[in-house]
């Protein structure tokens, strides 16, 4: 497997491939890799003759109070893991080189990059939109893999590559959780076992919001309180928001209809955690 550390090195690497006749699979991600990456990988193993995993922990998506410096990294044991799921590459760029001196050009999705985390986390979705844009001109993959429980992050990415023509196929796969139900999250790690205990009230929620769905209940308002409801009674968790919204645009809906999406996020004593559910 190969290390690559420079866009010019991740393009000449693309190149080659598809030059081979491969169909080229980016899996991008901020490292300290867990078994939702390794589904990820998986399944551009599963659909492309040859994947690359980018590790990059971008600090342009972080507000100046998140948890950037501490954020898990462990590059060696990622490497070694990728390489065992089929990885052909890892590219792995110092900051400078996402972010050379002087850069003045970012990518802002207007409207779906506004809500939900977008709401919360100021400035997030544009970090987001922009390095995802530069790994894609980089790397120029046919498809690149993301994972359902960032689902307001793949909104915003589908959004971002259809108006700017990318013609890189975003390929959505499905939350990967612990025996437990909670879903996994390189953050998951700063949780205290009492915080992992009570974390588990955001997969409560999304499935008591489901089994009311499968009963035939529709309404927003009563899905969101059974939700709610759920959180409150948690005394470590705080709420940032429960949403029933369209998938595409993130506006909110009424009345629940299948492909609408039902998202949590919330506070767990000082750790961000989301968790979220693809109605019908």
Not at 110 to 121: K, M, T
Not at 147 to 154: F, I
Request: hydrophobic share 50%; net charge negative; glycine share 8%.
């Amino acid at each position: 497997m190969q290390i690559l550390r420079s866009v010019n090195e991740l393009r000449g690497w693309s190149r080659a491939a598809h030059a081979a006749g491969r169909i080229v699979g980016l899996v991008p991600t901020m490292g300290a890799l867990h078994e939702g990456h390794a589904s990820l990988i998986r399944a551009a193993y599963g659909q492309c003759g040859a994947v690359v995993v980018s590790i990059f922990v971008n600090p342009t998506q972080f507000g100046p109070n998140e948890d950037f410096a501490r954020y898990p990294r462990a590059f060696e044991a990622d490497c070694d893991l990728a390489e065992h799921l089929g990885a052909d590459a890892v590219f792995a760029p110092r900051v400078e080189e996402m972010y050379p001196a002087g850069a003045a050009t970012f990518v802002e999705v207007d409207g779906v990059g506004s809500r939900l985390d977008g709401a919360s986390r100021p400035g997030h979705f544009r970090g987001v939109a922009t390095v995802v844009t530069k790994l894609l001109i980089a790397a120029e993959p046919d498809l690149a893999f993301f994972g359902q429980k960032d689902a307001a992050q793949v909104a915003v990415l589908r959004r971002m590559t259809v108006d700017l023509r990318l013609g890189t196929e975003i390929v959505v796969c499905p939350i990967v959780r612990e025996a437990d139900g909670l879903a996994l999250s390189s953050r998951n790690v700063y949780l205290s076992a009492d915080e992992r205990r009570q974390a588990l009230a955001l997969s409560r929620a999304i499935r008591s919001v489901e089994a009311l769905f499968a009963k035939g209940e529709l309404r927003a308002g009563i899905l969101i309180e059974a939700a709610r409801e759920i959180l409150f009674a948690q005394t470590l968790v705080r709420i940032d928001y429960v949403a029933l919204v369209d998938w595409n645009t993130l506006e909110p809906l009424e009345k629940a209809a299948p492909g609408a999406l039902f998202a949590v996020a919330a506070w767990v004593g000082t750790t961000r955690l989301i968790d979220n559910t693809i109605l019908g």
